[in-house]
Structure formats: structure tokens, C-alpha cells
């Protein structure tokens, strides 16, 4: 674990002191249950009451709150965005315990003599890396990833053991994909044909921007003609389906085990809850906000939070309820016959 | 690229030739953003006026459609079915663009002595077939895969990097299982006993049929008793689940993030969506079609088509709809004490 | 196959015989379809009209029915709870017929010379072990597993193919995870910032119990700051997901596709059902149990049974609820203006 001032730190991270400089920060935490070698943050000024029993050895704080923090005493890091502070303070405190090994091509890989590696390249053991694919300056193949045909890692991006990206398909620079991802698997399309299915070869790839985060076991189609497309910075949670030709406008979030049919549009900078899914060809308008859960069954043009979903209940209570709603079209039909009699 | 001629085409496919022969076609397209190259195809006359507008070099149409071919001019191939037509000119289009290297058994491949390998097996870096499992003729092991103890695979089926097939599980001729599937991970079974969950062991296998395609990341576990069964011709997408002791008939297909609970039987020709869930012990008859995200909570006698989500709505109104819902039966009551008055 | 006696099994797991000890056993199945040599159970009294019906050679029973039993003739194991006897009766089955081989290390594993092996460890081919991993005595670590640095794997437990342990991360005793597990993925955490996403480091580990287990391709994510915790004996079905920081208590168990959003706090012997979600940093009371697909959208103190789904029905009949269900606020206040009138 590191030892640092709050004055090492500032002049690691930036913002500005308030208070001691010399308090020696060995962890990161919350005010809540904090010790005096604990830095922790404050984003959220409905929480500022959590700051005044805290015992947090520096706390990182909004300049608005300068006041408060004068009344309780102690160490301060003043920055405008407290919550991104914190962001890049994990990003260096991460930097000091699990400093990245130097580059080395594990003997056990598979490297096609086509393959073209950049400078520095970290390839795992028994990765395999096929017939012409580039990786780019600086990036990180780990174990038993397997990288196809033609397909392009882009520089400084890391795959974590057990990645498949498919023949052809591009993932931009600083990309981060965990565990298990699937990167261009056929779409899914076939031909109904005589009471079976006649497949619909996938023609297109998936190119992925710069920035890009996907979580572990998410899956990204190839395309059936033209590619799939994630923009830069799109960050994908956790067992994510992407479904081909699906297009993913820049800086999009979606969390776990959300779902995303084929040739859907979705736009920049929208939010997509955990569970939530959006039917195939549908266009969703950059900033829409989609609840977890919520499916999203028609386009959506105009930027908000949008939901759908059945409350929960006890057991007993939700039987009677959803039991009724099976009747609810019949029962606006008899409040309107007791309308026109009234 | 492929560049090929109309006429050489019908002469690989089929189809009656309208108009010019000697297009040359350079890419299979959508009619819109089609150019002098391209191939598209209208399959729902519905769209038909797309066609007077498009660019395209050649399109697939149906004879119906013959006059409004007539009318634009240009070259056409007529067949019954432009969309299957369409499907198999993809499978023409990859067989150019992505022959199939000669088989090999890479040296890397750890393959047990009693394993057997059919004539002109392909198996990739890595790949490991245990003791007594058998490869029929022609089919392609992708790097990373497990092939488990006595496990069969039919003739020309072909697995994706990083498929596990486990022990005793059987897939027949010309499947293709996407990357990440697991095919014979224990079912999910467990006695209760004081407070804690005592495992019941899963003794019986996976049996999949002919022309079965798996999507990445999708699961299908083995029986307790006797074996989990999908039929010939079933189509599965992405991060389906599929529990012990399910029955899947022939020529269903499952969307992405469907789940299917343990012991249920679906009929054939199904079509489940994507993200629907269909509890245990249930039987769905042959033809039924659920519609994403439903859940489906009772066994389903006649065919057709079967929905149950929340509509969806801006936050404010869902959260002002949801909340009455929760009162709903007693709003029920209201209105029958309302019409006893009236 | 095990050909056993009556006698034999009751010698090997207990129980108390009624009628004959010497019908051969060679298949254990259900009341419904067995014959002379198949052993079945009969754990609810509600179907025990199957009982007289069935050819079974043996039956598992509790004490409770010996009369029905001894109308009926035949042998019986008497068991105060006939479905743990059938339980544990699998599982001497499946050391029968699926005996675990000798443990050895397989010689194209990678293991780093400064992991540390207990005894009896089993190794499967091209595993990796990084520096300062420590895997317990009679643990089993399959093909293509990736065990990070300095993670533990406590003894006992089996890893099956394919699956990743983060770094840091840590496994008890007789664990067991299937195909396509990843533990200790990056949580989904990112601050704001102008438009785009900031990664937060996750500093925190997964620390899971003894005998626990974990279905195909579930995730388990590591912690923002502490650690992602799974207690003793909780068991998640395959396509599982397990947000950062997520508290999961002792012998709860996870039906497939559920997911569990950050920061959430899951009781003792909970259940939540197939494709139901739980939101983040809600907390759930012990014995909690949660209805398949219910979106669990507040904190839950009482024990009890909860549910939130959408009936389903046929197409229509739910398209015209839906529509209804959307105006549904304004019903209740169209009835209350009736109700004011009358």
C-alpha cells in the first residue's frame, strides 16, 4: 500500500490545499468508517453531514463547502469536481500497487508470422494471434485471448485473459475489455424457409472507437452486411448483448445484462439501465436515459429518462394486482358506461 | 471482393434473369445506399417504393413484382423468395471472401491418444479433446476449445475459439457454436437441509441435434436424470440460457438473453424473444411465439403469439402508473361497489 | 453403469429398509417411467398416486407413507426427508460412474515458480497460475483456466474449463465454478465529466466463502475500495451478475440471468429467481424471496415472498392492457370524480 502526504498527493493530482499538508494517507475510503490515514471525498453536499463525524485523515471537498470544512478542522484537497478527483486518484493509486509489468511475449503464445506487433506489445501466455491482425504500440493481449484474422487492436488497449475478437473486426486505442468478451460472433439472421431457418452469412465486422470499456461475457455481433458500430468512449457493463449492425453513439453507457437487437441506433451520451432492452431498428435520440429494466419497444426522439416496469410487491398483493390488469381494458370500458350514465 | 456478373450469378444460384445480364456486382447491399454494384434484394412489397429510387445494379425480386421491374428497368433476378435467395447468395458471397483453410491439427493441440478424429478434422492452437471423445469427418475444433470426455461431435460442425463441450455431450452434423459456449455445465439443483443447499449431482448429459447454431456466451446444461434436448434446425442466440432437462424442438429459435428454467418443453417452430424468460415445467405447444422480455409464467396449449411487458413511458407518467397499479384491485372493487349503486 | 443391491445402497448412505433388500438398482429416475431396476423417490405426498403406478424397484420414502407403501409391496428406503437421501444418493452415483482422476499437473500449464501448490492439486492442460497464487491441497484447476496474482483457491474446490480468477481474489474450500466464470472483472464505476466517463480504479478484490458455487459465464465483479463478498454455501445459476461491492449472504442462492446491481446487500438464505434484478445499494432482510424477472427496485425488511411481472397473455389481449395500462392514473381519477358524484 502507498505512503503519501496530502502534499505529495496535491502535487501528484492537482487542486488545493486546505488545512495540514502533512497528514500520511495509506488508503482510500469513505467518510463513513474512515481513520486518520484515510482520504475519502465529499461530491454530494446532501451528504455534508457525514463530513462533521468523519474521521478521515483528508477529505476531498468541493470549494463551495471551504466553510464547513473550516469549522471541523483538518486536511483538504478543495477541487471543483470532487467525484473526479477521486477518479484519477484511483487511477494513480492503482498505478503504484499493480504497476504493470514490463511488455513480454509469453514463448507459449501463437503468433501468426503475418501478425504484426508494435512496439512494446504485451502478449499472454497461450494467447493466439492469427493471419495479419495488427496490435497497435503499447498493447496488452492477455492469456488465452485469441485474436482473428485481420483484426486490428488498436494502441495502448488492454484485453484481459480470455477475449475473442473476431476476424476483421477493430477495437480503437486505450480500449479496456474484461474477461470472456466476444467480439464479432455471427448476428444473429436466417431466412425462414419450409419450417426451418437458412442462414444468413454475416458479411460485416464490428469496429469499436477509441476508449471504449466492455465488461466481462459481453458479446458484440459482427454485422450482416455493413459493420456494428461502438463510438469512442462507450462504456459496456457486465454479460451486455449487442446485437449486429447495432450502431452505439460516443460516450453511451449501458450496465449489466442490458440487451440491444440488431440495427438499432442509439445515440450519444445515453444511459442504459441493467436489464433494460431495446427491440431491433428502433432510434434512440442522443441523452435519452433508459430506466433498468425498462423495455424499450418503439424510437424514442426527445432526450429524458424513460421507464417501464411492473412494481414489485408482496407476493399476495402483486397476484391480485397483475390478476386484475389482465382485465384492465374491460374495467375503462365499464368506468365509461358509469361516466355516461352519470 | 468478389466481381461477378448477374448472369454468373443465376448461374450459381439460380433465379430467372430480367433484364440486363452483364451488371457486375461488387457487393450485396439495402436497396437504399445501393449503387451500380450492389445487389439488394425487396422481399416485402410493402417497401416497394424503395426500388423506383435505388441505384442498385441488380435486385432480387419477386415475380409478382415483374411490371414495377419493368416500369425502372435494369437488371433483376426473379425467384419466389427474395429473401431466402438473399440468404443463400450470403452463403455464396462468404464461401469467396472467406474460404475455409485446408484442415489441420495444430501442434499445439492437446488431444488425448483414445480421442478419434474423422477424416479432414481442423483443430486449432490450443484446442484440447479428452480421453474417448469423438470428431466426426470434416469438422473444425476452434483454438481454445474443450472438447470433455467421450463428447461427440457430428460431421461438419464447426465451434468457435473458446467453446467448452463437456463430458458425454453430443452434437450432431453442421452446428456452429459461437465463442464462450458452454455446453454441459451442471444443471442447477439442490436439496434444501437445514438452512443450507445440499447438491444434487447432474447425471445426465446434453444432446443437440443436426444444423443446431449456437450464439456467444450461451449455456445449455446438463440433465439431472436423463439428458437436455434441443432438436434439429434450433437457432439460439447470444447469453441464452438454457436450464436441465429442457426440451427445445426442432427449428425453434430464442433471441438474445432468453432464458429457458429447468424441465420446460418447447414445442417446434417456436420463436422465443429476446430477454424472454420461460419458468420451469412448463409446456409451450409447437408454433408459439413469444415476444421479448415476456415472462412466461404458465404452460401454453395453442399456438400463437404471446406478450407481456410494461409499457414503456416517460419517468413521470410510468412512476404515476405504476403506483396506481399497485392499487389496482382495489380500484377494481370501487368500481364494481360504484356500478352495485348505479 | 453401478449395479447395486438395495442392501448395498442403504450400507453406503443409510436410510432404514421396508420389504425386500435384494432388487438390483442399476438407473436412478422417476416414479413415472421406471421399471425393475430403477430407483426413484417420492419426496411430496401430493403425488403419491404415483407411487402405486410405478414399476420402480425401490422407492425412497419417508416413514410417514410406509403403509401406502406396504399395500403397495416392493422395497423402500424409509428417510425422514426422501429428497436429501435422493441427493446424496446422486452423488454417490456420480463417484461411480465419473471416478476424478489422479491429480496431476498437466505439462503445458503455466504456472509461475512462485505460486504455491498444496497437495494433490490438479492442473488440466494449458492452465495459467501467476506469481503468488496459492491453490489449496485436492484442488482441481481445469484446461484453460487463468488463476491472477496472488489469488487463492482454497482446498477442495474444482474449477472447471475456462474459467478467470482475478487477481488478489479469493475462493474458499470445496468451491465450485463452471465454464466461463469470470471473478474479479473491473466493477462498472466511471465519474462524469464533460460529456464523457472517467474511470474509477477498482482497488477491491472478490472474496468468496467454502462451498460455494458458481453457474456458466456468471461474473463476479471486484470491489471500488473493499471487497465483493459471497458468504459460505450460496450457490448462482449460470449467466449471473454481481455488481462491485455487492454483499451476498450465507446459503442464498441466484436462479440463471439474475443480476445484481452495486453496492447491494443480499440476506442469509435468500432466493431470487431466474432474470430478476435487484438494484444497487438496496439491502435485502434475510429469507427474502424474490419472484423470476421481478425488479427489485427498494430495500426489503421482512422476509417474505415478493414478485413484480407483467401477466402475459395472448398478443392482443395484451396490447389493449398495455394502452390502458398507460392511462391508468388518469382511470383512478375519472373513478373518484364518479365516486364523489355518487
Redesign the interface.
Known amino acids: 500500500m502507498p505512503k503519501i502526504t496530502v502534499a505529495e498527493l496535491i502535487a501528484a493530482l492537482g487542486g488545493d490545499l486546505l488545512g495540514a499538508p502533512d497528514p500520511v494517507i495509506e488508503?482510500?475510503?469513505?467518510l463513513d468508517g474512515a481513520d486518520a490515514t484515510t482520504i475519502a471525498f465529499l461530491a454530494n453536499p446532501r451528504y455534508q453531514q457525514q463530513l462533521a463525524g468523519s474521521a478521515a485523515g483528508c477529505v476531498i471537498l468541493a470549494p463551495a463547502l471551504r466553510e464547513l470544512a473550516e469549522a471541523r478542522g483538518g486536511s483538504y484537497i478543495l477541487t471543483p469536481?470532487p467525484?473526479?478527483y477521486?477518479?484519477?486518484l484511483?487511477?494513480w493509486?492503482?498505478a503504484q500497487?499493480?504497476p504493470l509489468g514490463a511488455p513480454r511475449v509469453?514463448p507459449?503464445a501463437?503468433i501468426d508470422p503475418t501478425a504484426e506487433l508494435g512496439l512494446d506489445v504485451d502478449v499472454?501466455?497461450?494467447a493466439?494471434i492469427e493471419a495479419g491482425a495488427r496490435i497497435g504500440a503499447g498493447a496488452r493481449i492477455?492469456?488465452?485471448c485469441?485474436i482473428g484474422e485481420r483484426a486490428v487492436v488498436g494502441e495502448g488497449s488492454r484485453l484481459?485473459?480470455?477475449v475473442?475478437l473476431?476476424?476483421d473486426c477493430r477495437i480503437g486505442a486505450r480500449c479496456?475489455l474484461?474477461?470472456?468478451v466476444?467480439i464479432g460472433?455471427?448476428g444473429?439472421g436466417?431466412?425462414p424457409?419450409a419450417?426451418?431457418?437458412?442462414?444468413?452469412?454475416?458479411?460485416g465486422a464490428v469496429r469499436i472507437g477509441d476508449?471504449v470499456?466492455i465488461?466481462?461475457?459481453s458479446?458484440i455481433?459482427r454485422g450482416?452486411?455493413?459493420d456494428t458500430v461502438l463510438e469512442d468512449?462507450v462504456?459496456l457493463?457486465?454479460?451486455v448483448?449487442i446485437?449486429h449492425n447495432v450502431k452505439v453513439g460516443?460516450?453511451t453507457?449501458m450496465?449489466?445484462?442490458a440487451?440491444v437487437?440488431g440495427s438499432a441506433v442509439i445515440g450519444r451520451?445515453c444511459t442504459i439501465g441493467?436489464?433494460a432492452?431495446v427491440?431491433g431498428h428502433l432510434s434512440l435520440a442522443d441523452g435519452v436515459h433508459?430506466?433498468?429494466?425498462?423495455?424499450?419497444?418503439r424510437s424514442i426522439a426527445k432526450p429524458?429518462?424513460?421507464?417501464?416496469?411492473?412494481?414489485?410487491?408482496?407476493?399476495a398483493?402483486?397476484?391480485?394486482?397483475?390478476?386484475?390488469?389482465?382485465?384492465?381494458?374491460a374495467?375503462?370500458e365499464?368506468?365509461r358506461a358509469?361516466?355516461k350514465?352519470?
Do not use: M
Open positions: 488508503r482510500i475510503g469513505p469536481d467525484y473526479l477521486f477518479a484519477r484511483t487511477q493509486w492503482a500497487v499493480r509469453h507459449s501463437v499472454g501466455p497461450q493466439v492477455g492469456a488465452h485469441v484481459a485473459p480470455r475473442t473476431g476476424f479496456l474484461h474477461s470472456g466476444v460472433a455471427d444473429f436466417f431466412a424457409t419450417g426451418r431457418w437458412e442462414k444468413i452469412e454475416q458479411l476508449d470499456e465488461g466481462a461475457n458479446c455481433d450482416a452486411l455493413d468512449g462504456k457493463d457486465n454479460l448483448q446485437g460516443a460516450h453507457a450496465a449489466g445484462c440487451g437487437a451520451g441493467g436489464g432492452i427491440l433508459v430506466s433498468a429494466a425498462t423495455v424499450v419497444t429524458g429518462q424513460y421507464s417501464g416496469v411492473f412494481p414489485f410487491d408482496e407476493n398483493s402483486w397476484e391480485k394486482n397483475a390478476a386484475t390488469l389482465r382485465q384492465l381494458h374495467l375503462r365499464r368506468l358509469l361516466e350514465k352519470a
